[in-house]
């Protein structure tokens, strides 16, 4: 997901000659910015602010040579692409088991300790294979009401704690998030029972966040370097890198290890049964489901806690929005619907999420390496060609949404006024969880834990901000600062 991944370039030129087609234009006549030998652009990317700013450098470059560009940063060849079009094209052409771009840290970090690992890293066959196991299990809608009750009660937790802030200054949003994060998913993963143990929440939860932060905070430092050169010098950035991996799996696997002892056995399959069980049930092997789990920690805390934060941070600055919820809450819970499941039909609360991926798109850049010459925008593409599609760019796009740079959350809502669906001209232009064969399969546990949270604290607490935040990428495209949330108790 991460922008800085390193991908050889050499292959790509033995290939791209080969794939050439009469209809077609040539891969070399692909729009590109010139560059020096060997580092390429990279002297404009330090010019224009460094990786951090990677996203506003790329935006500035469609606007120089069009939706479909090609441009070597480092040793990174890529062609960038922003326009909804293209990105269907590049889907159409992502094969069975589609490749994205992968980390090269962790590919480096996989091999140097020999650990096998989860979904995310796996490809081709074994890919296809647990992902067909997976994807029920994550992404049924029936998914979102499994967990929910499980959800609700994590959510209350964390509202409790926020009840007693000093000033109503919540002064740890992010950790508080995390936290949240992975609670819910131990629920979904383990089941309430153990997911909602204090002891073992006790246990494990605070040094888990702390790890996970860590690592975040290690990955984002590597993007500045080769990797591999870090790696061979053992520098600074390398090892920290190295450690917090080594912990943050280290915890996981305990927590994993914990949680699976505690877990009774089942003979049958149950609807309710959370991840590991029905794992359990298909006779998954033990050492398998926990490289699958732990992995899916490491995906799902640091993408769903920095989407909250910036969530909450529209939502501070726009309190006439927060007033929408509370007043779309109150009239769902005293209508004669079950308030059960309240928490689904608030559309200014599924709108706000929208609206906040699609200003602050987490994974700013889609990937994807092609596997089979195609044609994508007219232009020849050899196999191994890097496609990088700009979230961000599109997202922010007028063509594709009216007042593309306002956050305006009843846009989303198909069943507003007549006028809304009209600000957004093409939804394909958003894609904050990808798309695709591959796209994010913790989509739905994201979503519904997100939903919750701002179900349950809305109408409980107004939130105001004190400060401006800008997004940088940092891995991922997250806030430059920490962004100072207040709360005050609606009365
Ligand atoms: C707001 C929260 C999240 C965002 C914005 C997000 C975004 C993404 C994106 C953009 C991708 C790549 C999709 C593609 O290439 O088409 C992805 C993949 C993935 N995500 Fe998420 N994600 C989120 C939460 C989660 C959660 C909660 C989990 C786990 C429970 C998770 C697990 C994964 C995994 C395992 C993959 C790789 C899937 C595969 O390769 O088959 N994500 N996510």
């Not at 809608?141 to 499994?146: E, F, K, P, S, V």
Request: glycine share 6%.
């Amino acid at each position: 997901m991460a922008f800085y991944v390193r991908y050889p370039i050499g292959r790509i030129r033995m290939l791209e000659r080969r794939c050439y087609t009469a209809e077609s234009k040539p891969f070399d006549s692909i729009p590109s910015p010139k560059g020096l030998p060997l580092i390429g652009t990279l002297l404009d990317v330090i010019r224009a602010g460094g990786v951090s700013q990677i996203h506003r450098y790329i935006d500035e470059r469609h606007r120089q040579l069009g939706p479909i560009f090609r441009e070597k940063l480092g040793h990174v060849e890529a062609v960038w692409l922003a326009e909804p079009a293209l990105y269907q094209q590049v889907f159409q052409n992502e094969g069975a088991c589609p490749r994205p771009m992968l980390p090269e840290p962790w590919l480096i970090f996989n091999k140097k300790h020999s650990y096998k690992r989860g979904i995310f890293f796996m490809q081709d066959e074994e890919w296809l294979r647990y992902r067909k196991i997976l994807s029920p299990l994550l992404l049924k809608t029936a998914t979102l009401h499994r967990h929910a009750e499980s959800f609700n009660d994590v959510a209350d937790r964390l509202l409790d704690q926020w009840e007693h802030t000093e000033n109503g200054l919540i002064t740890n949003l992010e950790g508080d998030l995390y936290c949240y994060f992975v609670q819910g998913l131990m629920c979904a993963a383990f089941g309430r029972d153990i997911g909602l143990d204090q002891e073992i929440v006790k246990t494990y939860v605070p040094g888990m966040v702390q790890h996970l932060r860590n690592l975040f905070e290690g990955s984002a430092r590597l993007t500045l370097l080769p990797p591999n050169l870090a790696a061979k010098w053992n520098l600074d950035a390398w090892h920290c890198f190295e450690q917090s991996a080594l912990n943050a799996l280290q915890l996981a696997n305990q927590l994993t290890e914990t949680c699976l002892e505690k877990l009774p056995p089942k003979d049958h399959n149950n609807e309710d049964d959370c991840i590991v069980s029905s794992l359990r049930q298909q006779k998954m092997a033990k050492s398998n489901i926990q490289r699958i789990v732990v992995d899916l920690f490491l995906a799902a805390s640091d993408t769903t806690s920095h989407s909250t934060q910036w969530v909450l941070y529209l939502l501070a600055q726009h309190p006439e929005v927060q007033k929408k919820i509370v007043s779309e809450i109150e009239s769902v819970q005293s209508s004669n619907q079950k308030t059960g499941d309240g928490w689904q039909h608030i559309p200014t609360i599924k709108g706000s999420v929208k609206e906040a991926l699609r200003l602050y798109p987490v994974a700013t850049f889609l990937t994807r390496i092609i596997q089979d010459q195609c044609v994508i925008g007219g232009y020849n593409i050899p196999p191994e060609t890097l496609m990088l599609m700009s979230a961000f760019t599109t997202g922010r796009d007028e063509r594709y949404f009216r007042n593309a740079q306002n956050f305006m959350p009843e846009r989303w809502n198909r069943h507003g006024p007549s006028n809304s669906m009209d600000m957004v001209m093409d939804p394909f232009a958003s894609l904050p969880f990808g798309h695709g064969r591959r796209g994010c399969i913790g989509r739905r546990l994201a979503e519904s834990q997100m939903y919750i949270l701002l179900y349950k604290a809305i109408p409980r607490f107004s939130f105001q901000t004190d400060n401006k935040v800008e997004m940088i990428m940092r891995l991922l495209g997250t806030v430059d600062q920490p962004v100072q949330l207040r709360l005050q108790h609606r009365s």
